[in-house]
Structures are given as structure tokens and as C-alpha cells.
């Protein structure tokens, strides 16, 4: 996939990631990288045999570990023109990312949000996640006319939209504040079906727990909140 890049935030996923590398690399993907989110267990390692590219953030954040995959990116003084973002759990996503990224490539929009479709009989999005996608889509779709109906990690973003859009949440709000500053700066944002599981694998950071739910839950409606209130120019500095 020339010109596509897929970065990879990942934090104590050794269980995930040698299966999703090895997909990545059966998809055609020609860059991967992979950002180390302070791991305590054999995430870089596992990465580096692969014959992937590394950068370690070691502050935990999904916020940042974007972040420091980006600069990496830019400082390479090649970046891609279109780049994927994939939760290290994420094994249907490989074989996804050529419909994720062809809107983009026909030049139909410049970011693309999988929205997440749970397979019969199999474990998918969770009720509580459901419930907050749906109130925080139907302000986006009230607000600035989204039709996108989810909040999913697994999305495609031109990179010269992505650089436009001077991104800084350091954490879960992360999801929300692309997507309100990509309308608001009136790049063409649309959604496609992806197929998902829940992990098989590890534990999420989020949903494995009531209280990692929670306080996502709480970071997005508050990053939500902030960024239709304070509008181009505000800054987060939140932890």
C-alpha cells in the first residue's frame, strides 16, 4: 500500500501484537509503526524482531503515544500521505485498511472513522461503549453535521489534514478532538463499516475494567465539551 503508513499504540500488548504484525505484513503494509507506551512487558522487543519500526513514549497516553509516532513520522522528512491508526488488539483490521483508506485515495475525504459492526455470535462493541458512541455522535451529528456514527480507534486520515489539525490530548479525548477539529476545519469526514471483535487477547485498558470505562467515559464528554465551547485555538493540558 504506497504512500500508507499504520501506526500502532501499544502498552503491554506481547499477547496481541506478534499476530497483528503478522497480518499487517501478509496485507502488503509497507510501514508499520509501533509506539511502546511505557510496556512493561515484551511489546518492543517483539516489534523490533519483526523488522518494524519503534519509538517509545514512556508516559502512558493514547494521546501521546499517537503523538510521538506522528513526530517520528515527520522527522523522517517522508511522511505518508495517509496514515492508519490500529489498536494493537484490532486482528480484523489488516485486511480492512484498503477500504478504510480508499476514500481517501479517490480523493472522496480525508478522514475515515471505521464504524464498528459486530459479527453475529461473536463478542464486538460493548453495550456501555455503544451507548457513549451513540450521544457523542449525536452531538457531532447536531452540532457540525457528521453522519459518522462512531468514535472507533481504527481510522485513516490524510496525513497534510492530520498536521492541519494540531492534535494534543494526551489521552482517550484523542478520538473525539480529531473529529471535532477535522469538521471544524472542514476537511470531508465520513464513516465506513468495519468489522470487530473484542480482544481474545490481554486486557483493555478501557473496557477490561468499570473503572477504566468510566474514566474514559468521562475524558471524552469533557474533551467533547471543551472543544465545541472553546473552539480553534484551545489547548489541553490535562495530567
Given amino acids: 500500500m504506497k504512500g500508507v503508513a499504520v501506526l500502532v499504540p501499544a502498552r503491554n500488548e506481547a ?10 505484513s501478509a496485507a502488503g503494509v509497507d510501514l508499520v509503526i509501533v509506539v511502546d507506551n511505557g510496556s512493561t512487558d515484551d511489546t ?28 517520528e513520522l515527520v522527522a523522517a522528512g517522508e511522511p505518508p500521505e495517509v496514515l492508519v491508526f490500529v489498536d494493537a488488539d484490532d486482528f480484523l ?19 475515515v472513522v471505521g464504524e464498528r459492526r459486530s459479527n453475529p455470535g461473536g463478542p464486538g462493541v460493548r453495550l456501555h461503549a455503544r451507548m ?32 492541519r489539525l494540531e492534535l ?9 478532538q480529531m473529529q ?6 472542514g476537511c470531508r469526514v465520513v464513516g465506513v463499516p468495519v468489522d ?6 490481554g486486557t483493555s485498558k478501557v473496557s477490561g475494567s468499570v473503572q477504566g470505562s468510566v474514566r474514559a467515559g468521562i475524558k471524552i464528554l469533557w474533551t467533547l465539551a471543551g472543544e465545541i465551547v472553546g473552539g480553534p485555538g484551545r489547548r489541553h493540558h490535562s495530567e
Avoid: K, M
Avoid at 480492512?96 to 475525504?109: C, K, T, Y
Avoid at 471535532?180 to 476545519?185: D, H, P, Q
Fill in 93 to 111: 483490521a489488516p485486511s480492512q485498511i484498503g477500504s478504510l483508506v480508499a476514500p481517501i485515495l479517490r480523493d472522496e475525504a480525508d478522514l
Fill in 15 to 24: 499477547d496481541c501484537l506478534p499476530d497483528l504484525l503478522d497480518r499487517l
Fill in 132 to 163: 457513549g458512541n451513540a450521544f457523542v455522535t449525536s452531538v457531532l451529528r447536531r452540532v457540525y453535521g457528521s453522519g459518522v456514527r462512531d468514535l472507533g480507534p481504527f481510522r485513516a486520515i490524510r496525513f497534510s489534514c492530520l498536521r
Fill in 44 to 71: 518492543a522487543r517483539i516489534a523490533v524482531e519483526r523488522g518494524v519500526a519503534v519509538t517509545r513514549e514512556p508516559t502512558p497516553g493514547y494521546g501521546r503515544a499517537c503523538l510521538a509516532g506522528i513526530r
Fill in 180 to 185: 471535532v477539529r477535522a469538521l471544524r476545519s
Fill in 168 to 176: 494534543d490530548d494526551p489521552d482517550y479525548g484523542w478520538y473525539v
Fill in 196 to 201: 470487530f471483535h473484542a480482544r481474545t487477547a
